[in-house]
């Protein structure tokens, strides 16, 4: 425990945080309602892996990879390079998601999911309601039909009693 | 001259449509962006087969991209596995363009047609990309790049629907490659290298690390959700029943089935198979999510009004088939996954295709909107049947080719309750195929068809449809080229005889 | 004779499919194309005989499917006798559906008569199939093809019985056959027939291969072994021509044909009676057979009676593979022929009788006799031959299946048989006394009233078949006795 509270803990820390908002970001895609918090939630989310490969890039006591005279220890540039494409996509993501949601609240008057859905939900179950009785319409229309003009083993007209 | 060409193709498969993405945008017309999607598909696809041909004889065939060596610089790696699976989606890709055509023009306002043809193109890009490289950090960008350009394109749709089906798929993806994200830190945190080859060779050394064992499962659980394994297929139905018609058989049949090739080059090149299904349990887990996918999708589908979302639901089933392939990691196993995850692009390829061009003259996709449509559509109707048989897997279809690749294979492993499974799951496809089957031939058509087009759907979407009907017949028939293929493919990544 | 002939003779209904279709304007030539083409098979078929008898062996590889499986024919003699079989009573039918067809205006008749080319050709491909795996394509193949013809009508009755057609024999060979044939290949590494069976040395034990025999009986449904028989009665909303062609001689025959294939070429009869692992199917062969005869005597539908007559009849065959002795296999093989000829010949009669008077239930028969003598007489021929009387065919059938149970030391046997024999009594006999015998009713027509006589004369020729074999039913013996080789 002791080792926990000196060693652990410190020394670990960038990891403690990485994992903070990891959970925060994750929670609010999860828990919110509102789209644009959704987002923004999804957004937390990335910069926390975007955080953990750069904080994992760095030696104690290094400095960032520039070339200076003198022997100095660098930090590891490739996980810099690879997070810059990494924010890339995540500001893409970010932008179509915006964008989709401004289209989603021309369409339906509403960012928040719950309204969305409600809406689907009555096109839906009214569009479902409809091709239910479309089914059993068809299926009434041809048992008269096969009742009018059978010709079958089952049932007949002149099948004696 | 030639063979310059030849040593840049591993590249110029990925930068074609990569390039003409924004010469679509350019070009600013339909037809003209048309036009260029189809030349550029094309050619990605007859690159795709020189390239099929090359990896067949030489084993292997790799590119420095820019000619910094690997492990530093990013290498390209072609093997029969990843060929095979290019050869399906540049296939795929270049038939959609015959069939978009009209098939987009009646579903989108011609002023954004031509964004269709772009955010195609850089889907391909992105999915060719996925197949190519032997970089993992590499598969990630190519993996974001293709899942970008779909959400766009599923956003797309008809329907109003469609915006919050891409949106929800959009949180889903993102999740999905940000875990893959994590993974590959993970993995790097303890390399140093992010080639495949050189963090086979390295990571043998970190097994035991919780850090590893922690990266596979990220890199699972990512790769899963953008497969639409079980549990993580909640965004896949939506997503393929509202996109435009050419976009879901695009996307059907090409992004799921690279999502599982992803899967697999990680765990079967990088982690190797002694570590991912000895001595961590992830066998077991794959089977068991495979077998959960194939009951419930299929029982899913059988209860659908809407003969998209019948197929999407087949989809979630059928991956499920794949996965059990691929999860026995004998080479039985995955060249049978390996042939279903081909086949199974090729026959909901074709399906969709087929349905396609009933909603092209119906306006309309439930099965009440086709009934009749067997005898105004006859030639639709029958590709339907056909490719609903090979579905199923009668013979003489490529679907039989699979179910009895992977029925051996599970039996050969001693998998009883699994493959019992699948034949249930086959059973019930036999419902719901029936279903939509019975609509199109046993129903009169509607009296109200004034709002129909009448006729046949255009050449151009027979074209296409009845291309991969056919093939799943050649494929149906004679198997063995494939089959070979693919024991070759599954021997490079488990080893053992081909 | 080259072996290329095998291919040809499986691809020719097929390929002869296409000008049917062309002629199908003219209803005349196109029957005429049909006829012509069923004979030519016929003729093509009938030149094997002789050189089969003489032991040889002809094989034909098309291209393999899989890696090490092929589409592959080769010709012995239990395919031989199911080729001739559909290869003669195919011309015969063609004729009767010509006549039947017209007489009753049915609709889409060029549908019809294309799709009777296709599963013609499925089954000569089954009888042609060199191993399970061809066997199974073709077998897949006649399913598909013959849904058109059981739901011909379109309207909602046949898309009920086709729903129980299809859905049946789908479930049983996707379910049940191909996993048969898939452990088979893992086991034994061999789909091939091979005299003697595949299992030899493969350590394959008595309980595993009861399991795998089991798979085999019911995942072929077309044998129609209950539980899985309900598809036939239900295939019956088909016209009557497809009724007798198809389910009693081309489908059903093709399901019993494969069982017998199955057990003489996959287990192999030594295999099969040293492990014991057929005994418990001949008793729930025997089951079936008794329990439809009892059914099929509550049938007031004429042919419905008929195809539960056909399911007892199926379990003969299906009991005599089951024996595992040579006898009961042999007379399995006599059986198929006898039965083919005697139930299609009942079938025709029922057609020819709704033709005539559009009649369909037997209780409508009484007094039919005298208006329709040539078609009773026919009945009558037929319906002894199935009981297994003398001087008809059939009764060779049943004393080999009776030898051959004693063969084997299961007494019982004869027991059920005998009984069964009592039943189809019951159940057949009752048609043609009550036709002769009971005074109709005043709709019966009281003067000659027969069907035309295109649907007459197919029945007369099958009729007197029955009773022409009884008198060449020792050659049929030897020739399919040659199955087994010289060893006796």
Known sequence: MNQFLTETLPGLFNY?????????????????????????????????????????????????????????????????????????????????????????????????????????????????????????????????????????????????? | MITAFFNQMPVLVVVVPLLAAPLCVLAHRAFAAWLIYCLASWAAFAMAFLLFVEAKIAGQVSYAVGNWAPPFGIELVIDTYSALVLLLVTGVAALTGLYARKSIASEIAIEREYLVFALMLLCLAGLVG????????????????????????????????????????????????????????????????????????????????????????????????????????????????????????????????????????????????????????????????????????????????????????????????????????????????????????????????????????????????????????????????????????????????????????????????????????????????????????????????????????????????????????????????????????????????? | MSPLWLLILVAWP???????????????????????????????????????????????????????????????????????????????????????????????????????????????????????????????????????????HGDIESRNGGRVYIGILMTTSIGLFLPAIVITWVIAGNVDFTPGGVFAGTGLGGLAAMGLYGLFIYGVGKAAVMPMHRWLPAAMVAPTPVSALLHAVAVVKAGVFSVLKITVYIFGIDFLHVTGASQPFVWLAAFTLLAASVVAIYCDNLKKRLAYSTIGQLSYIVLGAALASRLGATAGGLHIVTHAFGKITLFFCAGAIYTAVHRKYVSQLNGLGRAMPLTFTAFTIAAISLIGLPPMAGAWSKWYLMSGALDVQTQMVLVVLALSSLLNIVYLLDIPARAFFLPGDDKTPRGFAEAPAACVVPLMITASACVVLFFYARPIIAFIDTAFGSAS
């Open chain 2, 130 to 498: 996925i197949t190519v490289t032997g970089d993992a950090f590499n598969l990630f960008v190519f993996l974001e790049i293709s899942s970008l350009s779909s959400y766009a394109l599923i956003a797309m749709g008809p329907k109003r629907r469609a915006l919050l089906s891409s949106f929800q798929y959009l949180i889903m993806g993102t999740v999905g490659g940000t875990f893959l994200l994590i993974g590959i830190g993970l993995i790097f945190m303890m390399t140093g290298t992010l080639n495949m080859a050189d963090l086979a060779d390295r990571l043998p050394e970190v097994y035991a690390t919780r850090t590893v064992q922690a990266g596979l499962a990220f890199i699972v659980v990512g790769l899963s959700l953008k497969a639409a394994l079980m549990p993580a297929h909640i965004w896949l139905p939506n997503a393929y029943t509202y996109a435009p018609s050419a976009i879901s058989a695009f996307i059907a049949a090409t992004a799921t089935k690279v999502a599982v090739y992803a899967l697999f080059r990680f765990v079967f090149t990088v982690f190797g198979a002694g570590y991912a299904f000895g001595t961590l349990p992830l066998g077991i887990v794959l089977l068991a999510l495979a077998a959960v996918s194939m009951i419930a999708g299929s029982l899913a589908s059988i209860f659908q009004t809407d003969v998209k979302r019948l197929l999407a639901w087949s989809s979630v089933a059928q991956m499920g088939y794949i996965v059990a392939g691929f999860a026995l990691a004998t080479p039985a196993g995955v060249s049978a996954g390996l042939v279903h995850l081909l086949n199974h692009g090729l026959i909901k390829g074709a399906l969709f295709m087929a349905v396609g061009a009933m909603v092209w003259r119906v306006r309309a996709s439930s099965i009440n909107d086709l009934a009749g449509l067997g005898r105004a559509m006859p030639l639709t109707s029958a590709a339907f049947v056909v490719g609903g048989l090979s579905l199923i897997g009668v013979p003489a279809t490529a679907g039989f080719i699979s179910k009895w690749a992977l029925m051996s294979a599970l039996f050969d492993a001693q998998h009883y309750g699994v493959m019992a499974l699948l034949l249930v799951a086959s059973l019930l496809s036999i419902i719901y195929v029936g279903r939509v089957i019975e609509a199109l031939y046993f129903r009169p058509l509607p009296d109200d068809v004034s709002h129909h087009k009448h006729g046949e759907a255009p050449l151009g979407m027979q074209v296409a449809t009845w291309a991969l009907i056919a093939i799943n017949i050649v494929i149906g028939v004679h198997a063995t080229p494939e089959l070979e293929a693919a024991a070759r493919a599954a021997a490079t990544l488990v080893g053992g005889g081909a």
């Open chain 3, 14 to 152: 097929a390929l002869m499919a296409a000008p049917i279709a062309l002629v199908g304007r003219w209803p005349n030539l196109r029957e005429t194309v049909s006829v012509l083409t069923g004979v030519a098979l016929l003729v093509g078929v009938a030149r094997f005989i002789a050189p089969i008898a003489a032991g040889a062996r002809p094989e034909f590889s098309v291209f393999s499917i899989l890696p090490g499986l092929d589409l592959a024919f080769a010709l012995e003699p239990f395919g031989l006798i199911f080729a001739l079989i559909a290869a003669a009573l195919w011309p015969l039918t063609t004729l009767y559906a010509a006549g039947y067809m017209r007489g009753n205006d049915e609709p889409n008749q060029t549908r019809f008569f294309i799709c009777f080319a296709l599963a013609i050709s499925a089954a000569i491909g089954m009888a042609l199939s060199a191993n399970l795996l061809t066997l199974f394509v073709f077998y897949e193949m006649m399913t598909l093809v013959t849904y058109p013809l059981v739901t011909h």
């Open chain 1, 16 to 161: 403690w945080i990485v994992i903070g908002l990891m959970m925060i970001g994750f929670y609010t895609v999860i828990a919110h309602d509102n789209l644009v918090k959704k987002l923004i939630g999804l957004t937390v989310f990335q910069s926390a892996v975007f955080i953990l490969y750069i904080s994992m890039g760095n030696i104690h006591g290094s400095t960032a990879p520039i070339i200076i005279d003198g022997d100095p220890v660098y930090a590891h540039p490739l996980p810099q390079v690879l997070i810059l494409t990494a924010i890339v996509v995540g500001v893409s993501t970010t932008a179509l998601g915006l964008a989709l949601i401004v289209r989603i609240n021309e369409a339906y008057g509403s960012i928040e999911e719950d309204d969305v859905l409600a809406a689907d939900m009555a096109t839906s179950e009214g569009e479902e309601a409809r091709e239910e009785a479309r089914s059993e319409q068809a299926e009434a229309a041809e048992g008269h039909a096969a009742n009018g003009a059978d010709d079958g083993a089952e049932a007949d007209e002149s099948r004696p009693a």
